[in-house]
Structure formats: C-alpha cells, structure tokens
C-alpha cells in the first residue's frame, strides 16, 4: 500500500498549496473583465454571408469573382405578395420608399416589373404589350402574365447587417404602403444571410443557455454537491467565456456554425470536470483530504491531457474542408477544447482545495465507493462472452459499412432549412408565381468590339440563349436579347435600311444594355455578354450537373463562331463543387483525425498493435452512424461532415480513462479483475459524461436550421454508439488475449488501495 501523499504532505505543504489555490483563483477572477469584453464583441461580431457556405480557393470561386468585378453586384432580394400584379402603383412605392428610407440605405438599386415593361414598350423598341410581357416571363413576370415583383439589390451596408436590411422591407412594406409583413414573400442571398442570423442568434442566446442548463443540472442530479456543481459552472463559465474571447481578440467572427462552438466548450469542459472529480473521488480514499485535488491530477492529468488532445485533433481536422465556416469552427473549437484542458487541471483542483465538499459527503464518497453489483455483473458477463460480442459487433460492421457506399451530398436550399420554414414557403410561392430563383450565369467573349460586330454577335447570343431555354430544367433566361429589337424576317431593301438604322443606334444600345448589367467589357479588350439562366431554388438536384449538361449542348455550337468563347459561372457552380466537396471533406478529415489519433494512442500505449485496437470502438460508431445514414438514402450536408471527427475525438475521452485504469491495476492483479476494476472506477463517469453531451446537444435539434439540427442528432447518436463501444467492444477485447497488449509492466503504476 502507498500512502506517500498523505504521510508526507506537512502542513507548510497544506499552507504552500492552499496559497496557491487561491492565487490560481485569483488570477481567474481578473481575467474576467477581459473575458467579458471578449464574448460580448464575439457575439456582436455574428455575420452570415450565404456565399461563405461556397467553397474557397477553387476555380470556380475565381470565375464568380471575375463575374462581379465586370457585371456587378448580383446579391438580389426578390419582394411579392399575393396581389402583385403588372399595374399595381405599390410596388413602385415601396421601391422608393426603401431607396430613400435611411441614408445610406440598405439598397443601392430596386427594379419592378412595371418599370422594365415600360422600357420595352417605349421607343426605340416600341414592342407590343403581349411580346414585353413574353421577355420577361418567369424573371419579373409570372406564368399567369399578370403576377410581378420587386427586385432589390443590396448596397455595402445592406450585406453587413441582412437581418436589419430584411427588417426595414418588412417595417416599411407596412408603414408605407399597407402590406403586412405576413403578406409579404421574400426570396434570395439575402433573405437566406438574415434567416441565418437570427437563427444564430436565437441559437447563442436561448439553446445554449437551455444546454448549458441541462448539462449542469443532470451533472449535479448525479454527483449530489452543491459545492462541485458550483465549481463546475465556474469553470464552465471560464472555459466558454475563454473560447469566446479568443475568437473575438484573434480577429475571428461568430455565424450559424461558431454558435455551437460555447455549447460544445460547455460539455467538454463540464465532461473532463466529471473525470477528474472521479479522480478526486478514488484520492479521497487513500490520501488527505488536503492532498486529495492534487492527488487527483497526479492521477488523471495523463488520460485528461490525452482526452483533450485527441478532441482537438477531431476538431482541427475539420480545417481541410473548403467550407470556411466549417474550417473556422474546427480551428476555433480546438483551440477551445484545449483551454477546457486548463481548467480541468488547474482551476477545478483549486477550487477543490479552498473550497472541499462538506466532511459529510466526503465520507459518504468513501462509503459509496465499494464494489458495485451491476459492474461486477457486467464484468462476468463480458469476460464469459467476448468471442460473441466481438463477433455481433464485426457482423453490423459489415452490414452497415456498405451503406458508406450509398451515401449521398447535397447544398440544396432544402436540406438548410425546414419543409416548414417560412423562408421555404416564401421561395415556394415565388417560383410557382413568379419564376425559378437559383441562378446559373452563362457569359459569352468575342474578341471583336467594334459597333458593327455588335448585331452579328447578338444574334448568336439570342442562338444560344434559345438552345438554353429548351433544356428541362431551365425554367427562364434573362439576356442582353431581352432588351434588344426583335429580330427581323424582312428581305432585300427593307433589310438593308433596317440594319443601317439599327448601326446607327448600337452606341446607345449598348450603353443601356451595360447599364443592366447585360454587357461588359473586359482588361483584354472583349465583348462579354451575360445571360442569366435560372433554375428552382427548391429542387433536390439544383446544384447537380446541370452545368455539364449545358456544355455539352453549348460548346460546340461556340467553337463555331469565329473568336467566340464562353465562361459557365455564378452560384449554382459553386454549390455543385461545394456539394462534390462534401464528401471529400468528410472522407479527408476523417481519415486525418482517425491517423493523428492512432498516433497518440501509439505513443501511450506504447505499442502500435494496442493503439491499432484501442481505435477500434471509436471508428464503429462513425462506421454504424454514417453506414445507416446510406441505408436509408439520407443526404450528407455540411452539418453533418462536421460530426464524424468531432464525435470520434470525443468517443476517444472514455477508451483513454478505461484503459488508463486497466493498465494500472493489470500490473498487480489477473486480467479479469482489472477489467472489473477498470469498469467500476470508469464506467459511471462514461456514462454521466456520455448523457451530458448528448442531452447538452440534442437541445439544437430545435434549431431551424437544418445543419446544426442534424449535427446535434448524429453527435448524440455517434456518442451513444461510442459509449456502447467502449462499455461493451472494448471490455470484451481486453478480456481475450488482445488484453495482453494493454498490460504494460514497465510503465504502469499499481494504484494506491484504502
């Protein structure tokens, strides 16, 4: 028996300690003011851009750019509501309203249909009502010809606070021209951008109080002390408030996906205070009550350190992904998980030292700490049957590990937004009313810029926009033809005056023509025109490969027109590369995360067949989870690309603490009775731990949006699998001959015993 730490500690070592303590308190409670601004800049920083859900740094990210450079700013809001129609004065006014409504306003242009009908019916068009109507069918005018809308394009200050700038349409809709907001339909990159940041906030408020609330208070049912929930809300406090301010002070920005980072801190840090608790709790048996927190990170410092580093690495694999929100939330929630690693070791200890739970539950911890019928049970009952329990685990293995092979990605407006969410009944009403909303952006290069090339390449313009509107799921197009005078059928003479009168008002033509954003010229001296093809916003499939499809209609018709090339661009390119991505990134930062992490296990186990083993029932729940998800044609999203890391990371915490145990107590006993003891010290934090993260989580599957929903659901899902892995799998590998891996004789420490 050892009982160094409680023979030897004097009481100048009590006195050195305590004065510690208190100076680590101390130190703590001065970071607060910083702390505190920290969050709070954090939490005004919060933005969402829908473009910045598009990945970064590719082609087609370069191509988009280019498109804005030469034709502008092309985030649009569309405004309608039942009503309408081509003739109605209020959409003009509330055009105007809104352009004069504050300075600077929230928009730079507003556009209605009646005002681009006006332009096509005036001089030098003078096109009937009927054909005006027909150019703009499906873009401002509805397939009833009746039904318009109001298109707004957002100025700088507009993209920096959406959410006001969606605001001030509702506001003064109602103020100014009548319409109640729950009249009103609304659709676009802006709307998108400021659904997302009320959600984001709704989520940073409300659910991460309610899952803070609930971790807390399922952590005090179990562990009965006032005193330690206390410390562990402290530290809670500290660990959140730290991870917050350090986004904050680095230049970093909060939006929908960093929301989770405070909550996910929150049960991390509460996770490691269960652990070293349970530390302290198997000290007070054997030392002082003095020693006892500092004989617990004695104890649990190595599996705690570990268990951190192995979450961070789940987490910063998450960097590889060309998603800059879901980068961004990997580096910011492993540097976070990392400052939890402080507070576990040093301000939980400390606070144990100046402030111990009473003497009474400190007995009553001795008392409770006997042998556990349950345990012993399932102890007997794993040993006596790991050859079938290894086996039922390989056999759902398999069977779920094909369903990997039928997974499926998707960006689609649907899968980041419920069936019954306002945003997607307005985008409904819209595209059956109005007109499709996902934009796909064709631009057509002639080398020659000369007014007389002008005709001839509008006519291949018009060519080729009529050869897009056939395709079956381009439901309108919108081009420099629209605006252009029909073409002819007259021959001989009449043709000829025609085109001399038409050459003579190219100028203008194309002036107006650049002013709508239609035609540019390019640094390299070329015509560009654009046109704009639009597609359902709703569709599963409106970022599959309808681009490839269009080249393949489109480039050979290009390659015979003299000095003509075309570039295929816009947002719908980016979803379809952001959608190819998806499983790319899960598949990278998976294998980075299961890599990095057998390296770690390697290095503590010393011996790479145990770390290879020890991996074992932490892939089986990325395996099983994802595995279903395939089964059951489940789409991946970038919500859930997020989890298989994170969850593996964390699923690691209980194998570190289970085999640390084992280890200890193998040196001096047979390995049956070290796996009883490493389950009864182990086994009740696992599973508090366990249900604190999943309850903590499964509280943002009340979110909106759809992501974080489904990022909730399967980190709780792979959380319960990992924890029957580990109670269960792992047990059962250590009762056989695999056991003989783990029992280190030359490393590990015979634990001390009351």
């Not at 268990?307 to 060309?322: H, Q, R, W």
């Not at 009740?684 to 990022?711: E, G, H, Q």
Request: aromatic share 8%; charged share 15%; proline share 4%.
């Amino acid at each position: 028996m050892h009982n160094s730490d409680s023979q030897s500690a004097t009481p100048s070592v009590h006195l050195l300690r305590s004065v510690g303590s208190w100076a680590i308190l101390v130190a703590a409670f001065a970071t607060s003011p910083w702390l505190y601004l920290g969050t709070l800049g954090a939490i005004r920083s919060n933005t969402n851009d829908p473009r910045q859900w598009l990945p970064r740094g590719f082609q087609e990210a370069v191509t988009y750019q280019w498109l804005q450079d030469h034709f502008g700013n092309d985030e649009m809001t569309v405004v309608s509501w039942p009503g309408c129609v081509l003739g109605d004065p209020r959409a003009g006014q509330l055009a105007e309203a809104l352009l004069r409504e504050s300075e600077p306003s929230y928009f730079e242009r507003a556009t209605t249909g009646d005002q681009l009908l006006q332009k096509l019916r005036a001089p030098p068009l003078d096109l009937s009502r009927n054909e005006a109507i027909r150019r703009l069918s499906g873009v401002m005018v509805g397939p009833d010809g009746k039904t318009t809308c109001l298109v707004l394009t957002v100025s700088e200050r507009g993209k920096q606070n959406r959410a006001a700038a969606v605001a001030q349409i509702l506001e003064t809709a109602q103020q100014q021209v009548g319409i109640p907001p729950d009249q009103l339909r609304l659709g676009g990159a802006t709307v998108d951008g400021a659904t997302i940041d009320i959600e984001s906030r709704r989520m940073l408020v409300e659910l991460s109080c309610v899952s803070g609330a609930i971790a807390l208070l399922i952590t005090w049912s179990q562990l009965r002390s006032v005193r330690m929930a206390v410390l562990i809300l402290i530290n809670n406090a500290f660990c959140t408030t730290g991870s917050l301010a350090f986004l904050y002070y680095t230049g970093g920005h909060m939006n929908l996906t960093m929301t989770m980072l405070p909550a996910l801190v929150s049960v991390l840090s509460m996770s490691g205070a269960i652990h070293i608790i349970n530390y302290y709790r198997a000290a007070l048996l054997t030392t002082s009550d003095q020693s006892a927190p500092w004989r617990a990170v004695r104890d649990g410092w190595q599996p705690c350190t570990l268990s951190s580093l192995t979450t961070a690495i789940g987490l910063s694999s998450l960097a590889v992904s060309n998603i800059v929100p879901v980068k961004m939330f990997g580096i910011y929630s492993a540097a976070g998980v990392l400052l939890t690693l402080l507070g576990v070791l040093v301000l939980i200890p400390a606070g144990l030292t100046v402030w111990p739970p009473s003497a009474s539950r400190r007995n009553r911890h001795r008392e409770r700490a006997g042998d556990s019928w349950l345990v012993n049970t399932w102890a007997e009952w794993v040993w006596n049957k790991p050859a079938w329990i290894i086996m039922t685990f390989i056999v759902g293995l398999g069977l779920t590990a094909y369903g990997l092979t039928r997974l499926h990605s998707t960006v689609s407006l649907y899968y980041r937004f419920g069936a019954a969410s306002r945003i997607l009944q307005d985008y409904g009403w819209l595209e059956q009313n109005v007109g499709p909303l996902s934009p796909l952006e064709l631009v057509i290069h002639f080398n020659d810029v000369s007014e007389d090339s002008l005709w001839s390449q509008l006519d291949h313009v018009r060519s080729i926009e009529q050869v897009v509107r056939r395709h079956g799921r381009v439901g309108a197009t919108l081009s420099a033809s629209s605006f252009a005078p029909p073409q002819s059928r007259s021959t001989g003479m009449q043709r000829v005056i025609r085109q001399a009168v038409l050459r003579r008002s190219a100028g203008e033509l194309e002036q107006r023509m650049q002013a709508a954003g239609l035609v540019a010229h390019s640094a390299d001296s070329q015509r560009l025109w654009r046109i704009s093809v639009r597609t359902s916003a709703l569709s599963y499939t409106s970022s599959d490969r309808l681009t490839e499809e269009l080249k393949v209609e489109l480039d050979p018709i290009i390659e015979n027109v003299p000095g003509a090339t075309i570039t295929y661009t816009g947002v719908l390119p980016l979803m379809y590369r952001a959608q190819r991505s998806l499983l790319s990134d899960l598949t990278t930062s998976f294998m980075m995360a299961f890599a990095l992490i057998s390296l770690v296990m390697m290095f503590y186990l010393r011996s790479i067949a145990a770390g290879l083993v020890a991996m074992l029932p932490n892939i089986i729940p990325v395996v099983m989870v994802f595995g279903f998800m395939g089964w059951l044609d489940i789409w991946i999203e970038i919500g859930t690309i997020m989890t298989a890391s994170v969850a593996m990371g964390i699923a690691v915490d209980d194998t570190l603490h289970l085999l640390t145990w084992y280890r200890r107590v193998a040196v001096s006993t047979t390995a049956r009775e070290a796996v009883r003891r490493a389950l009864a010290h182990c086994a009740k934090a696992m599973v508090l731990t366990t249900l604190t993260c999943s309850c903590a989580m499964l509280v943002f599957s009340y979110s909106s949006f759809m992501p974080i929903r489904r990022f909730a659901w399967l980190m709780a899902a792979q959380l319960f699998v990992g924890l029957v892995g580990d109670l269960v799998l792992l047990p059962a590998l250590l009762s056989t001959r695999l056991g003989k891996l783990f029992q280190s004789r030359s490393t590990a420490r015979e634990p001390d015993e009351p």
